[in-house]
């Protein structure tokens, strides 16, 4: 499926959740942007993965769908990953660098932030901290 295609295939809800024709199992099937965790990139595809813990094929670019989800509270924390910064429960450091924690225990995924995006996102969650008090 194409940039354009995939343009043409969403839609959009009553309340402006945006649906996305994504690649499930070999089928098409729409996907509500609130649905989605964090995004990696894999082999020219993006993989969505949902906070249920399902996972979905898109054909796009990371710079696209960040620049299209961006206002909804998605950051690039990778040049391979993006985040929905509310699922993001902590940056820490490890053993490898920078670090984020999405999810708790066993489940918890732990996604590599980049030296670059590191300040940035730190100041983006703080900010989403203090907005909740």
Do not use: C, N
């Not at 402006?16 to 995004?39: T, Y």
């Not at 249920?52 to 040049?79: C, N, P, V």
């Not at 999810?103 to 030296?115: E, F, I, Q, T």
């Amino acid at each position: 499926m194409t940039q354009s295609e995939i343009s043409a295939s969403m839609e959009a809800d009553g309340e402006g959740d945006e649906f996305i024709s994504v690649i499930k199992a070999g089928r098409m099937v729409g996907l509500a942007r609130s649905e989605v965790s964090w995004v990696e990139v894999e082999r020219h595809l993006l993989r969505l993965h949902t906070v249920t813990g399902e996972t979905y094929q898109l054909r796009d670019t990371l710079k696209s769908l960040h620049q299209r989800w961006a206002q909804y509270g998605f950051a690039r924390i990778h040049k391979s990953f993006l985040v929905f910064l509310p699922h993001v429960r902590e940056l820490r450091r490890e053993a490898e660098g920078p670090v984020v924690s999405l999810g708790v225990g066993a489940d918890a995924a732990l996604l590599p932030v980049s030296r670059r995006k590191k300040s940035e996102i730190k100041q983006q969650l703080k900010e989403r901290d203090d907005a909740r008090f």
